[in-house]
């Protein structure tokens, strides 16, 4: 847990740092509204992925101790090379599969819900992914791989894959050659005909070379991001579960086993039901909702309110039992689903966002929780609690803005 604590301020720092850059060189690289959808996406997916990783390590580490066929050296060079090898061809099909299997790509689709393309994006985390994709690394623990240094390979490639979800970096000659860059990235992200389903690598992009699914930035053609069937919408619930329900209604429709089965593991796209909607046009306009003068500021203080709790949970999780975990995990998800409805200009937003600050930061504030709170906390609770009903109150007298999307070019 301590590494991820470890890593929220460091990401956070480079988010802020190429926000600051962007702003300097005239670019819009950020929208408010996409981009605290992403940070909350990325704030919960920690809470709920870092549960789920330590199962899927569990395993890992029980079918090294039983069917591992070899014995490395931690000391040895060559297990850190075999391992970083390994680990980067079976996360390019991983990646691969979470693009060409509809029940994958039901939860892998999240990270590409966002019609922008910033470090922002790169938190934006499927809640599920970790349920499907230990599968795809138990070849490592089978030849024997230690848990340690699977772990920290996994760690250093997520760590590297951070940066190259920006769009400041240009072409880098013969690095996008070899590994992934952001160049190689940014045509991942997109929805052009000639980016689907490309450029699947983590670390080294030599795979995508090899298996025949590279392509490469045109500078004729600009990247535009988003997923064909956009999101529309800036709830991170509904953004991690919204495929998930098309899949089951399409489930439902399909007749007879082998049909639904098909439903389940055809590649997206393939099986065509009621449910389907028209693909974007490219020069369609983005999914854009009106931002009013005191959003931002409310906006900034509820996700700093859901960092410090997703943060206060990493510490604390240990020392919990899975009710309470489960329970606080479900408090803070409610918080980022309730400040979405204020975004989306939905009817009654302002005063049920209203209700849950009293039903969350209540308990704070009387001491009421899973644990004994020092004052402190209650305190600052309290303030969070005052500052945040005023700035509500004025967001209720500002009027609720009008849910439907502005025009805004896709490029």
């Not at 014995?71 to 693009?99: C, Q, T």
């Not at 990247?223 to 956009?230: A, C, E, K, R």
């Not at 997206?268 to 854009?288: H, I, W």
Request: glycine share 6%; with cysteine; proline share 5%.
């Amino acid at each position: 847990m301590s590494l991820i604590l470890y890593a929220i301020p460091f990401f956070l720092a480079f988010i802020a740092l190429e926000y600051v850059i962007s702003k300097r060189k005239a670019q819009q690289v950020y929208r408010f509204h996409d981009a605290v959808t992403s940070l909350n996406i990325g704030f919960i997916s920690e809470t709920i992925r870092s549960v789920l990783k330590l199962m899927s390590i569990f395993v890992y580490a029980l079918v090294v101790e039983q069917v591992a066929a070899f014995e490395w050296d931690l000391k040895n060079p060559a297990v850190w090379i075999v391992a970083f090898f390994m680990y980067d061809f079976f996360y390019y099909w991983a990646h691969r599969s979470g693009h060409e299997v509809n029940l994958l790509w039901a939860s892998h689709v999240v990270h590409h819900s966002s019609e922008e393309f910033n470090l922002s994006t790169a938190l934006r985390q499927s809640w599920t992914n970790q349920i499907f994709y230990w599968i795809f690394y138990l070849p490592m623990a089978i030849v024997g791989i230690p848990v340690k240094v699977f772990v920290i390979i996994a760690l250093l490639s997520a760590l590297y894959q951070f940066w190259s979800h920006t769009r400041l970096v240009g072409k880098l000659g013969w690095a996008d050659r070899i590994f992934v860059t952001p160049s190689n990235h940014r045509c991942h992200h997109g929805r052009n005909d000639y980016c689907i389903d490309k450029n699947y690598g983590g670390t080294l992009i030599i795979w995508d070379r090899m298996f025949g699914t590279y392509t490469e930035e045109r500078d004729d053609e600009p990247v535009i991001y988003g997923t064909l069937t956009p999101l529309n919408s800036w709830n991170p619930v509904w953004g991690n579960f919204k495929n998930y329900t098309t899949l089951w209604r399409d489930m439902r429709h399909a007749k007879g086993l082998h049909a639904k089965l098909h439903v389940v593991f055809a590649p997206p796209g393939l099986v065509k039901t009621s449910t389907d909607q028209t693909p974007l046009a490219l020069n369609t306009q983005r999914f854009e909702t009106p931002v009013t003068r005191w959003q931002p500021i409310y906006g900034w203080l509820a996700s700093g309110v859901v960092l410090a709790l997703v943060i206060e949970l990493l510490r604390v999780a240990p020392d919990l039992s899975w009710p309470a975990r489960l329970a606080f995990t479900c408090m803070i998800v409610l918080n980022t689903a309730g400040l979405s409805r204020i975004f989306e200009g939905r009817a009654n937003a302002v005063k049920l966002e209203a209700g849950r600050c009293l039903v969350m930061l209540g308990p704070l504030v009387a001491g009421v929780w899973f644990y004994p709170l020092p004052p402190v906390v209650r305190v600052g609770a309290l303030g969070v609690l005052v500052v945040s009903m005023a700035l509500l109150y004025l967001l209720q007298r500002d009027g609720t803005p009008s849910a439907e999307t502005h025009a805004m070019e896709a490029a």
